[in-house]
Nanobody, 121 residues
Framework: QVQLVESGGGLVQAGGSLSVSCAASGRTFSSYYMAWFRQAPGKEREFVARISWGGQTYYADSVKGRFTISRDNGKKTVYLQMNSLKPEDTAVYYC???????????????WGQGTQVTVSS
């Protein structure tokens, strides 16, 4: 079992940067694929980025080139560095863990509680 706790959200101006982190508990963190999803007000939760245990990454088109996902298996932590932020990036950001290489949220077994990211114009 894995428990996930996000941190690092906040308020930033458009064009700025912000980093969020997700700390995991459990002994098998390195065997999980990790991902970030987000949910904006009034919208469905959507995929943002994922990373394999070995560091292979994949991004949604909307964040490609601006966001970077990374992980430190020794610290059991996954990160999302967000640059060139836009107001439309405003959302609650969730980290999730899966045993499958997927962008489908239904295939993610474990979820954090979310952290709010607000980008002002």
């Amino acid at each position: 079992q894995v428990q996930l706790v996000e941190s690092g959200g906040g308020l930033v101006q458009a064009g700025g940067s912000l980093s969020v982190s997700c700390a995991a508990s459990g002994r098998t963190f390195s065997s999980y694929y990790m991902a970030w999803f987000r949910q904006a007000p009034g919208k469905e939760r959507e995929f943002v980025a994922r990373i394999s245990w070995g560091g292979q990454t994949y991004y949604a088109d909307s964040v490609k080139g601006r966001f970077t996902i990374s992980r430190d298996n020794g610290k059991k932590t996954v990160y999302l560095q967000m640059n060139s932020l836009k107001p439309e990036d405003t959302a609650v950001y969730y980290c999730a863990a899966s045993t499958s290489l997927t962008t489908l949220q239904n295939n993610y077994n474990y979820w954090g509680q979310g952290t709010q990211v607000t980008v002002s114009s």
